[in-house]
């Protein structure tokens, strides 16, 4: 299976191109800003490096968040409109799963692990995962101070925990200080497209009825429609 891999739901941008289990080629930058501009030359870059293009691939994955709002929107209009023209199929991963499967397999033994991502807000997106990769709910949106009440209610082993994602700093700064649970942190701090292919092949290829990948939310956008709808005032 061929997959064209995309991540820009956070504060990096990522490619990738994964072939029958392997990764041909991939590209990373980290940047606050700016995924609409890299994306595309980046995903050029890639797979002019493979000597292939777009229409070879046999399917295109994007994380779908949570997230940056309009980062989450930049990479699943890309990867919406590259379907599109190709006439291939496309799948969405959350972002805190693929963060989460990022963890290495060294730092993941003994752990259960947490995936946090910041939403440059006052709360952090968060979701607790088993060592097995196997997801404990689904995402929250929580203040730093409920996280620790989330992991005791959700983590039945009592295992430590491996905090991994943008928002880990963070959170075992903030969070963990006084909460008596053991946290060590992850190397893993931003998705990877790389990862985001694993998971989509894992997952195979979605089925006709499939409805294309929306956006993962777990609040509203800060920027709203005004109660006159925007109308210019006389």
């Known amino acids: 299976m061929r997959i064209l891999a995309l ?7 990522s490619v990738a191109f994964w072939d029958d ?27 002019s490096k493979c000597h292939t293009q777009v229409q070879e691939m046999d ?33 969405g991963v959350t972002t805190l799963e693929v963060v989460a499967r990022g963890v290495p397999e060294n730092e993941r033994v003994g752990h259960a692990v947490l995936a946090l991502i910041d939403s440059k807000r006052d709360d952090i997106f968060a979701q607790l995962f088993q060592n097995d990769h196997s997801a404990v709910g689904g995402p929250v949106a ?40 053991s946290a060590v942190l992850s190397s893993s701090l931003h998705p990877q497209a790389t990862v985001v292919a694993e998971i989509a092949a894992e997952s195979g290829m979605p089925g006709p009825d499939e409805l294309p990948p929306s956006p993962t939310y777990l609040r509203p956008p800060d920027v709203k429609i005004r109660a006159d709808g925007g109308r210019l005032r006389p």
């Open 7 to 13: 991540d820009t739901s956070t504060s990096a941008c």
């Open 21 to 47: 289990g392997t990764i041909r080629a991939d590209l990373f930058a980290e940047m606050a800003r700016g995924q609409s501009e890299h994306l595309v030359p980046m995903i050029q870059t890639v797979l």
């Open 59 to 91: 399917m295109i994955a994007v994380s779908t968040g949570p997230g940056a709002f309009t980062g989450v929107r930049i990479g699943l209009a890309t990867a919406r409109g590259l379907a599109l023209a190709s006439g291939i199929p496309i799948r």
């Open 142 to 181: 929580l203040a730093p101070a409920e996280i620790p009440a989330y992991c005791r209610a959700g983590n039945q082993q009592d295992q430590s925990l491996v905090l991994a994602g943008d928002a880990a700093h963070r959170m075992m700064a903030h969070g963990f200080a006084d909460a008596e649970i």
